[in-house]
């Protein structure tokens, strides 16, 4: 399945063993990459489920195509779930594009005390149709059967009330004594990771999570960028926990 062309389809697209494209998929398929009937293709729900498929027919600028083969596929444990201060500017698409790529399940953007970025109602909305279309294109570009949910407009006191249901939660904090690897067991189901904003997280902030059960967490003596510690630290997460390297 590795070698055909990768298309995304959400679940209700698929009818039985027929599965139509979505429009922006369909445009791909046939401008871009010339698909045709009987071109073979790959198609997944984002999900979990991977078919290949062939090309039967158009309709109108719909790629109409028939499942040949299907698989289920577990997501990888650790599930990785982010909380990420709210960035300025595109960032937070560089964040889901790279979270999306590394396979991480989902990304949830927050406000807190040195948040810069305030979101109203409707950038909220915008902006998750915008991840979606990001995390999708990323899902297919590094064959991924799952596709990242991103979300924002967490206010702080729903991000901790989150936290303290979460059963294993890390938080990066530059004056953390514990580095992350010391803080991580030999298994795990879900991991929650949050990552402070572009000035970091307060002091009490940082141990208003911490008495939310969450274990703070260096590093290194190094500082990050608040779009590139998230990526780094999922990738550190999925290589200690075997679904990388």
């Given at each position: 399945?590795?070698?055909a062309?990768?298309?995304?389809?959400?679940?209700?697209?698929?009818?039985?063993?027929?599965?139509?494209?979505p429009?922006?998929?369909?445009?791909?398929?046939?401008?871009?990459?010339?698909?045709?009937?009987?071109?073979?293709?790959?198609?997944?729900?984002?999900?979990?489920t991977?078919?290949?498929?062939?090309?039967?027919?158009?309709?109108?600028?719909?790629?109409?195509?028939?499942?040949?083969?299907?698989?289920?596929?577990?997501?990888?444990?650790?599930?990785?779930?982010?909380?990420?201060?709210?960035?300025?500017g595109?960032?937070?698409?560089?964040?889901?594009?790279?979270?999306?790529?590394?396979?991480?399940?989902?990304?949830?953007?927050?406000?807190?005390?040195?948040?810069?970025?305030?979101?109203?109602?409707?950038?909220?909305?915008?902006?998750?149709?915008?991840?979606?279309?990001?995390?999708?294109?990323?899902?297919?570009?590094?064959?991924?059967?799952?596709?990242?949910?991103?979300?924002?407009?967490?206010?702080?006191?729903?991000?901790?009330?989150?936290?303290?249901?979460?059963?294993?939660?890390?938080?990066?904090?530059?004056?953390?004594?514990?580095p992350?690897?010391?803080?991580?067991?030999?298994?795990?189901?879900?991991v929650?990771?949050?990552?402070?904003?572009?000035?970091?997280?307060?002091?009490?902030?940082?141990e208003?999570?911490a008495?939310?059960?969450?274990?703070?967490?260096?590093l290194?003596?190094?500082i990050?960028?608040?779009?590139?510690?998230?990526?780094?630290?999922?990738?550190?997460?999925?290589?200690?926990?075997?679904v990388?390297g």
């Amino acid at each position: 399945m590795a070698t055909a062309p990768w298309f995304y389809a959400p679940p209700a697209s698929w009818s039985g063993d027929v599965i139509e494209l979505p429009l922006d998929e369909s445009r791909h398929a046939l401008r871009s990459l010339r698909i045709r009937p009987p071109d073979i293709v790959t198609v997944t729900d984002g999900a979990g489920t991977v078919a290949r498929a062939a090309a039967t027919r158009l309709d109108g600028e719909t790629l109409v195509v028939e499942v040949l083969e299907r698989r289920e596929h577990r997501r990888p444990k650790p599930a990785i779930a982010v909380y990420q201060g709210a960035p300025k500017g595109h960032k937070a698409d560089e964040i889901v594009e790279r979270l999306a790529e590394l396979g991480a399940a989902e990304v949830t953007f927050f406000e807190s005390e040195r948040t810069v970025a305030r979101w109203s109602a409707e950038k909220v909305v915008r902006s998750t149709e915008r991840w979606h279309t990001i995390a999708r294109s990323a899902a297919t570009q590094s064959r991924n059967p799952y596709v990242l949910e991103a979300s924002a407009g967490v206010s702080w006191t729903e991000l901790v009330r989150r936290i303290a249901r979460e059963d294993f939660a890390v938080v990066l904090w530059e004056e953390a004594s514990v580095p992350l690897r010391a803080a991580l067991s030999g298994t795990a189901e879900r991991v929650a990771l949050v990552v402070g904003p572009e000035g970091g997280l307060s002091r009490t902030e940082a141990e208003g999570l911490a008495d939310a059960g969450a274990q703070l967490v260096s590093l290194g003596p190094t500082i990050l960028r608040t779009e590139v510690a998230p990526v780094v630290t999922a990738a550190a997460l999925l290589y200690h926990y075997g679904v990388l390297g």
